[in-house]
Structure formats: structure tokens, C-alpha cells
């Protein structure tokens, strides 16, 4: 099987309404960005030139695609066709939310959702909104983003919402009023209290945490805008990674520096009271793949460790989205690949080792099988990816 007719296949099947010419460059762009090539526009367009195309008439083909208007709308369409394919063999969705830049020089951001599970390996992006910078942390984005994707999600899903501490009481709501759960982290001077005790800072009861979670239920958060929950604290080990830097090439950054302070805190985690049929340290443990997310940013942004936007140079929210979408498609389809793969032994030939522990991502995987002319999957192992991207035979 080769990889172009994988990408050709599925958007055929899930994106039926989207115009054809459209659908068609679409498929080698997702293609070319599975391959390998960077999300930027003259990398896309001299990947796609060939012998019968030049590198000008490719240029203007990617440069049309990206800044067409009608790119939010085919966002809308396939971040509905990812999650279909995922409510098949999902029986919880876990959705973790977060913004991050979504250019060079921090001029517009994305609110991300990704989908997260444990053994996933990385989290699986279904949709992002593009804005600019001054908008990071808007409710009003961060309403949109949730009733679309309670427009997309079926009915009878059940849902989990996962966020750091930038997501604050009102965004709790507005989950609750979807019916949905939601796991974020208190962290500041943030008031709390227990049934109807003294209110207290959320951080101070947290420092009687230890390395057991343990969980608080009938809790309140915040004195003015009320919302009943259940806490859990616990201590996180920490895990010794050290911030290995050349010398004399400065101070740590500030970024660093507060991922820093924020790992040596003890976690305090609210959750809504529809999850206490699930235990502390499982509650503990879906907050913590909440970091597949950020792996999500880094596979698209870093050019040595993934798709190596950051080097891209268009300043446009539209231009962007439309990167990031071939992004989207490009690492859905490419963790299948490479979770078919690595059940099948495959992954073995492209490690140095005999080690039986993951060397490799399922993406990097993926993407080393499809520089290849075909992906030699058993006839078990392509019913198998058909069946899970809701593809016919």
C-alpha cells in the first residue's frame, strides 16, 4: 500500500463535501507532509513540483490553497471526520485544551484540542482555532472551540476535559453545560474550602500532599464565583531531567524557569463531581497526559523533532490554519500508520537495538515507512488501518 493512496482514500470517504480540486491538493500536500517535508509554503509546493511540474506553477497552487477562505470551514469538516473515527474505539474521550504561538515572533496563537489516552504514545489533534496574540486566554474563543466540539461529538460520548491552570472557573461551566467532565490544575492564590469550613488558599492545602494522591470531595472553589467539586493533591517524584545548556550561552529562559517552579509545586487538581467513580490517582494520571498536548505543539513547530513550522514565514491566521490542518491530517493518519506498524514487528527494522521498549514514536514510524515506495503491511494489518480510519476495502 502506498502512503498517497492511504491520504487519497480517507479524505475521499470522510470529506465528500469538500470540493474536489480542493480535496485533490489536498492529498499531496498531506502526503509530502508525511513524507517528511517541513509546513512551510515553498517546502510544500517543491515537494509537490515534479517532471511535468514546474516550481513556479507549484508555488502558486500551494499559495491558493492556504489562502483560500474556505479553509475554516474544511477545518470544521475534518476535525469532524477525525473524531468519528475516534469515537469508534474510544469509549471515553479525553480531550486536552490549551494555547500555544502559532508563529515566529508570537504574532497569533492557537487553542489547540487534542485528544489523549493512556499507551497512545502521543496525543491526536481533532481541531484548532488560529488568532492573534493579544486574544490568548479570550472566553469567548474558548466558548467557540467547545460548542463546536459539541456540535461534532456524538450525543452519547462521554467526554473529559483536560486543561492546565490557565483554565479557570468559567471554562468548568461551560463544560458542565455540555454534560461533560473536567479535570484542571488550581494553582496561585486561588480560594478553596471544605463542605462549609473556612476558605483557604487551594496552594496551602495542597502542601500537606504527599506522594499517595488523596482526594477531598464537597469542596468549593473560589468566593465569589462558586463552583462544588472534588480536590485532589498529591506530590509528584521528580523525574531528574537536567537543563543541559552550553557555556556562556546565558540565563535560563523564562519559559524554563516557570515550567521549573510549576514542577517542584505540588499538583492540586479540581475535577467535576461526576468523575468520583474513578480513584485519585487515576484522576492523577489523566491531568498527566495532559503533556501529549505539548508534544502536539513541538511534532508541529520544531524542525529537528518534527514538522518544522517554526521555520515557516506566513503572516496571515487564515495561512496559518491551513498549515496547521495539513499538520492535523498529516500526524492523524501517520500514528495509525505507525501503530499498525509496530504491532506488526515492523519498528524493529529502523532500531540499532534489540530492546523491546518504544525507540521510536509512532509517528517518526509512520513517517519512515512512507518515505518508503510501499508500506509492507500483512493483508491482517491493512484491514486492520482501514477498519480504524473508516475506510472500505
Not at 488568532?131 to 467547545?146: D, H, I, S, T, V
Not at 468520583?276 to 529537528?304: P, W
Amino acid at each position: 500500500m502506498h502512503a498517497g493512496q492511504i491520504v487519497a482514500q480517507f479524505l475521499e470517504a470522510h470529506l465528500s463535501v469538500m470540493h474536489g480540486a480542493r480535496r485533490r491538493v489536498l492529498t499531496g500536500l498531506v502526503w509530502v507532509a508525511m513524507c517528511g517535508c517541513a509546513l512551510t509554503l515553498s517546502k510544500l509546493a517543491r515537494h509537490m513540483s515534479g517532471v511535468n511540474r514546474s516550481m513556479k506553477s507549484s508555488l502558486k497552487q500551494v499559495d491558493r490553497h492556504i489562502g483560500h477562505v474556505r479553509t475554516k470551514a474544511e477545518c470544521a469538516q475534518v476535525a469532524r471526520a477525525l473524531l468519528t473515527c475516534l469515537c469508534r474505539w474510544l469509549s471515553v474521550l479525553v480531550i486536552a485544551v490549551d494555547w500555544s504561538s502559532a508563529a515566529p515572533g508570537g504574532a497569533f496563537v492557537e487553542l489547540r484540542a487534542s485528544v489523549v489516552w493512556l499507551g497512545m504514545g502521543r496525543g491526536l489533534t481533532v481541531y484548532q482555532q488560529v488568532y492573534p496574540a493579544a486574544k490568548q486566554g479570550n472566553r469567548r474563543a474558548e466558548a467557540a472551540l467547545l460548542n463546536a466540539l459539541a456540535q461534532w461529538i456524538p450525543k452519547d460520548s462521554a467526554v473529559v476535559a483536560v486543561t492546565d491552570a490557565g483554565f479557570r472557573i468559567p471554562w468548568f461551566k461551560r463544560v458542565e453545560k455540555h454534560g461533560w467532565g473536567w479535570i484542571g490544575r488550581i494553582r496561585g492564590r486561588s480560594k478553596m474550602r471544605i463542605g462549609e469550613g473556612l476558605w483557604q488558599e487551594a496552594m496551602q492545602w495542597g502542601h500537606n500532599a504527599c506522594t499517595k494522591a488523596q482526594r477531598q470531595s464537597d469542596c468549593q472553589l473560589t468566593t465569589h464565583n462558586r463552583l462544588p467539586c472534588d480536590l485532589v493533591r498529591v506530590w509528584r517524584k521528580r523525574t531528574g531531567r537536567k537543563p543541559y545548556r552550553r557555556p556562556g550561552s546565558g540565563a535560563i529562559c523564562k519559559a524554563r524557569l516557570e515550567a521549573k517552579r510549576s514542577a517542584r509545586e505540588p499538583w492540586v487538581l479540581a475535577h467535576s463531581t461526576g468523575l468520583r467513580s474513578l480513584r485519585a490517582d487515576e484522576i492523577v494520571a489523566l491531568y498527566a497526559r495532559r503533556m501529549q498536548i505539548e508534544e502536539n505543539f513541538r511534532d508541529t513547530k520544531s524542525l529537528h523533532f518534527g514538522m518544522g513550522m517554526e521555520i515557516g514565514r506566513s503572516r496571515s491566521a487564515l495561512r496559518l490554519q491551513a498549515l496547521l490542518l495539513i499538520g492535523t491530517l498529516a500526524a492523524f493518519l501517520l500514528w495509525h500508520i505507525g501503530q499498525i506498524a509496530e504491532a506488526e514487528g515492523l519498528h524493529r527494522k529502523f532500531m540499532a537495538t534489540t530492546r523491546k521498549t518504544r525507540e521510536l514514536s509512532l509517528i517518526t514510524l509512520g513517517v519512515q515507512l512512507c518515505m518508503h515506495l510501499t508500506i509492507p503491511f500483512s493483508e491482517q494489518g491493512d484491514h486492520a488501518l482501514r477498519k480504524h480510519l473508516g475506510v472500505p476495502a
